[in-house]
């Protein structure tokens, strides 16, 4: 197998599977893929286009192929020796629905399930009428409302012989106890007397058998007419339309397992843990030896038998534990690693977390794991593409015609506090009620309230600078504590000065005093206890306040605004990006590098394009100024306010700008369609997002109708025909600029410390938008006609708008990294020094192990160098007395060039940019060595 050198990721789903994929991996081999990256295969809820819902850890997805499908995949793989790298979702499994049997089994035997502690539910709320009971709110309404109208028919299902509530696709199986009353109610002998078996289910001690007998028995006399006619008839009794009905549904639900609410319900009064706000996905127990084995015996089988060679664990940061997972994790997987077949021998099997590492914040090293994956290395080399001299300018834009908050951290807060208390507030009050037990624990805190803790807990939380912090029986870690030393300096600055002394305690509970300092018992467990519960829900807090929330309300520039970006840094000098690299390379040197990924809220080459606003702010003012002006007779005027807001139109205007296809005409009216309902997709999904004039939990119908009018005036109506000839126009002015940032980028993230990870389909432009955008077809027949190695990289770069030219580029740097794996993975990164007039746009770095060298030149913010260029190729003459020096080291090297760069001279100190890059906009060389043999990954 080869060694670990680029990987691709691919969503599948029932309309992408496992032999598709299979059909195409020669093409991926020829582009330099040393391992395939799939999303989740597990089975997952039927019809899923993500498989993040996974329904039965046990089973590879029938509607993937299976896995006779996977195993036809690897076998693909391996004749060109090349991986397999699987996401797995350890945080949670989709629940509701009729397909999950963990959860069924849960709502049908309550605690007694087996897998009552699979899931993380409050089995103990305070709550009186949860005591003992499970909430399930996935009524589409009012509970009552719902009984009334007859939307909770009670069923029986003959073939298994047991009783459950329907809601839609919903399924309530009953407790089968409660079968008694029933049977009793049913006019027929036998079913009567089957009806002191199930009443004893209640005390027995082999329940779950017995009622397997009862129901089988059950199945068997409901084949004979008499049965199900006395069976129908019952059920009649129980039709909730009529008064006697209501009440005799309602009583029998009242004795489940579970109580019946609307989806509404669960912001406030959830009593288990879900995936972010979705009721839909429930949290697992993994920290819980049986769950994790239960969750991982599938994927541990296929590590076994050769045919998965690498994990991705989603959502890391869920956990109650993500270390000790982790460790345990790299052990077991360290353990099956004998076990596998000789031709799939590894020595090594490479474990990546989806990290959001903050500001200052790094992966914690004693993970065992290979590294995150890469989010944060797309906010390096965005930083980097993006000019200091355009944030005051477009920010004033912003704040100026939306009204907005200029501040983002400001905007962030906010949206902190409606998640907390809004779609989290249960989430919340369950974090506080932990701290309450831990506050009456103790004769020194038991006067503390329930809401002098709420009011603290909150603006702590508020202030939060990270996802998560990671306390363990030692306390909180030392790299933790600046964060939660901010976050509590933030809390005193918007708390009253009477709540200040509560944060001193919340300090020391949440991870500041050791919890082995604790004298075992009920106290060090409520410590515990509520550590865990509120690292768990800053988290999600952090998530969807940030990238679901003030990220679509705060745009000074949306290519600053994704998923692992801190919007607050508009940009970073080239120092801060050579010093993640050298970091990078000494921590975690097989950490995945990403630029694209299935849950990025703007393609690649979307937020390239965008970058270039930075550079030309005064510019974007004045066409957005006119614009706005032109687009006046499309805007509405409803009772809350203009339809679009200026903050939604100066967003939508953005959108348009990176995403404009290259081949659009501006009186293409065909195309203009189809990228309008493109646009008007992610409009949708953007004002919903922000919950300022719309939201998933209230629509504002009117206002959306209205934006989409909007919009579809612009990209449609002829009367708007100058305004679209010159968005057009304007995006074909930055559009060169943006392509080059798109090469620099790429070419960037196959060439510093790490491995390159593509995104299906982005070896050609990707200007898609937020999912369901960024997961539509990809048409690999197109990228397998095009890739050729011998063609002339002058004649693609003259029609670089097909996209050819980005995946030659990719094609020939990761042949080079087969070709010398122990370069990329192990070569030491030196940056290079630049002097004269324009060394600020310049990135010059080096790679160097044993007698192999690598150096690389690319442009960094070349609008202005470009001017009116219609190539993404810098005139010679802008750069000047620019050059790139070399120390002795290199001088002395010789070198060849990967692409069409000039020679350099053996002893040549100085390179001028304008012969580097007088034929491309970017160079590599590579010193002629031949590679040595050590392989990284077998």
């Given amino acids: 197998?080869?060694?670990?050198?680029?990987?691709?990721?691919?969503?599948?789903?029932?309309?992408?599977?496992?032999?598709?994929?299979?059909?195409?991996?020669?093409?991926?081999?020829?582009?330099?893929?040393?391992?395939?990256?799939?999303?989740?295969?597990?089975?997952?809820?039927?019809?899923?286009?993500?498989?993040?819902?996974?329904?039965?850890?046990?089973t590879?997805?029938?509607?993937?192929?299976?896995?006779?499908?996977?195993?036809?995949?690897?076998?693909?793989?391996?004749?060109?020796?090349?991986g397999l790298i699987l996401d797995i979702v350890s945080n949670h499994m989709a629940v509701g629905g009729a397909a999950n049997p963990w959860w069924l089994d849960v709502l049908e035997w309550g605690q007694r399930s087996p897998y009552a502690n699979f899931f993380d539910i409050e089995w103990h709320s305070p709550d009186p009428l949860l005591k003992g009971q499970l909430l399930v709110p996935f009524l589409r309404s009012d509970y009552g409302e719902m009984l009334l109208a007859g939307e909770l028919p009670l069923r029986f299902v003959a073939a298994r012989g047991c009783f459950q509530v329907e809601h839609h696709e919903h399924h309530f199986p009953l407790d089968p106890a409660s079968y008694t009353e029933l049977l009793e109610a049913a006019e027929h002998p036998a079913l009567q007397a089957l009806a002191p078996g199930f009443a004893a289910l209640a005390s027995q001690a082999d329940a779950r058998q017995a009622?397997?007998?009862?129901?089988?028995?059950?199945?068997?006399?409901?084949?004979?007419?008499?049965?199900?006619?006395?069976?129908?008839?019952?059920?009649?009794?129980?039709?909730?339309?009529?008064?006697?009905?209501?009440?005799?549904?309602?009583?029998?639900?009242?004795?489940?397992?579970?109580?019946?609410?609307?989806?509404?319900?669960?912001?406030?009064?959830?009593?288990?843990?879900?995936?972010?706000?979705?009721?839909?996905?429930?949290?697992?127990?993994?920290?819980?030896?049986?769950?994790?084995?239960?969750?991982?015996?599938?994927?541990?089988?296929?590590?076994?038998?050769?045919?998965?060679?690498?994990?991705?664990?989603?959502?890391?940061?869920?956990?109650?534990?993500?270390?000790?997972?982790?460790?345990?994790?790299?052990?077991?997987?360290?353990?099956?690693?004998?076990?596998?077949?000789?031709?799939?021998?590894?020595?090594?099997?490479?474990?990546?977390?989806?990290?959001?590492l903050g500001q200052g914040e790094q992966l914690p090293g004693d993970w065992l794991v290979d590294g995150?994956?890469?989010?944060?290395?797309?906010?390096?080399?965005?930083?980097?593409?993006?000019?200091?001299?355009?944030?005051?300018?477009?920010?004033?834009?912003?704040?100026?015609?939306?009204?907005?908050?200029?501040?983002?951290?400001?905007?962030?807060?906010?949206?902190?506090?409606?998640?907390?208390?809004?779609?989290?507030?249960?989430?919340?009050?369950?974090?506080?009620?932990?701290?309450?037990?831990?506050?009456?624990?103790?004769?020194?805190?038991?006067?503390?309230?329930?809401?002098t803790i709420r009011r603290a807990l909150l603006e702590l939380i508020v202030h939060f600078p990270v996802y998560r912090s990671y306390i363990n029986a030692c306390g909180r870690r030392a790299e933790d504590q600046p964060f939660f030393q901010q976050a509590l300096q933030g809390a005193r600055s918007t708390l009253g000065e009477s709540d200040w002394p509560l944060l001193e305690h919340l300090q020391r509970w949440l991870g500041g005093q050791p919890l082995r300092q604790v004298p075992p018992g009920p106290l060090r467990r409520a410590r515990k206890q509520a550590c865990v519960r509120f690292q768990q829900l800053t988290s999600p807090t952090a998530a969807k306040a940030l990238e679901d929330?003030?990220?679509?309300?705060?745009?000074?520039?949306?290519?600053?605004?994704?998923?692992?970006?801190?919007?607050?840094?508009?940009?970073?000098?080239?120092?801060?990006?050579?010093?993640?690299?050298?970091?990078?390379?000494?921590?975690?040197?097989?950490?995945?590098?990403?630029?694209?990924?299935?849950?990025?809220?703007?393609?690649?080459?979307?937020?390239?394009?965008?970058?270039?606003?930075?550079?030309?702010?005064?510019w974007f003012a004045a066409q957005v100024r006119r614009w706005l002006a032109q687009a006046a007779p499309l805007r509405q005027h409803l009772a809350d306010g203009p339809a679009p807001s200026p903050g939604d139109e100066l967003m939508l205007l953005q959108i348009l700008l990176g995403s404009w296809p290259l081949a659009l005409a501006a009186d293409d009216a065909e195309g203009l369609r189809h990228y309008a309902e493109r646009v008007a997709q992610w409009q949708h999904k953007a004002l919903r997002e922000a919950k300022l004039r719309s939201s998933w939990t209230a629509p504002n119908l009117d206002y959306e109708h209205a934006c989409r009018a909007y919009l579809q005036g612009l990209l449609n109506d002829p009367r708007q025909a100058k305004l679209r000839a010159e968005l057009a126009a304007a995006a074909n002015a930055i559009a060169p600029a943006g392509a080059l940032n798109g090469l620099v980028q790429a070419l960037l993230r196959m060439t510093t410390p790490g491995v390159p990870d593509l995104y299906q389909g982005?070896?050609?432009?990707?200007?898609?938008?937020?999912?369901?955008?960024?997961?539509?077809?990809?048409?690999?027949?197109?990228?397998?006609?095009?890739?050729?190695?011998?063609?002339?990289?002058?004649?693609?770069?003259?029609?670089?708008?097909?996209?050819?030219?980005?995946?030659?580029?990719?094609?020939?740097?990761?042949?080079?990294?087969?070709?010398?794996?122990?370069?990329?993975?192990?070569?030491?990164?030196?940056?290079?020094?630049?002097?004269?007039?324009?060394?600020?746009?310049?990135?010059?770095?080096?790679?160097?192990?044993?007698?192999?060298?690598?150096?690389?030149?690319?442009?960094?913010?070349?609008?202005?160098l470009l001017g009116d260029a219609k190539l993404p190729l810098i005139p010679p003459d802008q750069w000047g007395d620019t050059r790139v020096r070399l120390p002795a080291a290199l001088a002395g090297q010789a070198w060849l060039g990967l692409f069409a760069a000039p020679g350099i001279a053996r002893g040549q100190e100085q390179l001028p940019l304008a012969q580097a890059l007088a034929d491309l906009p970017f160079c590599v060389w590579y010193s002629p060595a031949p590679a040595t043999k050590e392989p990284t990954d077998e």
């Fill in 549 to 618: 929330t003030a990220g679509y309300r705060s745009a000074r520039l949306l290519s600053r605004n994704d998923v692992g970006f801190d919007p607050q840094r508009f940009s970073a000098p080239p120092q801060a990006f050579h010093d993640a690299c050298r970091s990078r390379q000494q921590r975690f040197p097989r950490g995945l590098l990403c630029t694209a990924s299935h849950d990025h809220k703007r393609g690649e080459d979307t937020r390239a394009r965008l970058a270039v606003l930075s550079e030309r702010g005064p």
């Fill in 372 to 451: 995150s994956t890469g989010y944060d290395f797309m906010n390096q080399v965005s930083l980097l593409q993006h000019d200091p001299a355009g944030e005051a300018p477009l920010g004033a834009l912003w704040s100026e015609l939306s009204g907005r908050p200029a501040d983002f951290l400001e905007e962030l807060r906010q949206a902190r506090r409606a998640m907390l208390t809004g779609p989290l507030a249960g989430d919340f009050e369950t974090v506080a009620q932990a701290l309450l037990q831990v506050a009456r624990g103790d004769l020194m805190s038991r006067d503390l309230t329930l809401g």
């Fill in 211 to 356: 009622a397997a007998d009862l129901k089988a028995e059950l199945a068997r006399l409901a084949k004979q007419a008499p049965v199900r006619q006395a069976l129908e008839a019952m059920l009649g009794r129980y039709d909730s339309r009529s008064e006697a009905g209501f009440e005799r549904l309602h009583r029998l639900l009242e004795r489940q397992h579970y109580r019946l609410a609307s989806w509404r319900t669960a912001a406030d009064d959830i009593n288990w843990r879900r995936f972010f706000d979705i009721n839909e996905l429930g949290g697992l127990r993994v920290e819980r030896p049986r769950v994790f084995e239960r969750t991982h015996g599938k994927i541990f089988q296929l590590i076994a038998n050769g045919l998965v060679d690498g994990l991705r664990i989603d959502h890391i940061d869920g956990l109650a534990d993500p270390r000790g997972y982790c460790r345990r994790l790299r052990r077991r997987c360290e353990r099956l690693l004998a076990a596998r077949p000789p031709a799939a021998t590894l020595s090594h099997l490479p474990i990546y977390v989806e990290k959001i």
């Fill in 762 to 864: 982005s070896e050609f432009w990707d200007f898609s938008l937020v999912d369901p955008d960024n997961r539509r077809p990809v048409d690999f027949t197109a990228r397998q006609r095009a890739l050729d190695h011998s063609v002339a990289p002058g004649q693609l770069l003259a029609h670089w708008r097909d996209g050819r030219i980005k995946q030659w580029l990719i094609a020939h740097t990761l042949a080079l990294r087969l070709q010398r794996p122990a370069l990329f993975a192990s070569g030491r990164y030196r940056p290079l020094a630049v002097t004269g007039s324009q060394a600020e746009r310049v990135l010059a770095f080096a790679r160097e192990h044993a007698d192999e060298r690598l150096l690389v030149i690319v442009p960094r913010l070349a609008s202005a």
């Fill in 1 to 58: 197998m080869k060694p670990l050198s680029a990987t691709l990721r691919l969503q599948f789903h029932s309309d992408f599977t496992l032999d598709d994929a299979a059909a195409l991996v020669d093409y991926f081999a020829d582009l330099g893929i040393s391992h395939l990256y799939a999303s989740p295969l597990l089975s997952a809820r039927p019809g899923s286009r993500h498989c993040y819902d996974v329904v039965d850890p046990s």
């Fill in 60 to 82: 590879i997805n029938p509607e993937l192929g299976g896995e006779p499908a996977l195993r036809r995949l690897v076998a693909a793989l391996r004749r060109r020796d090349m």
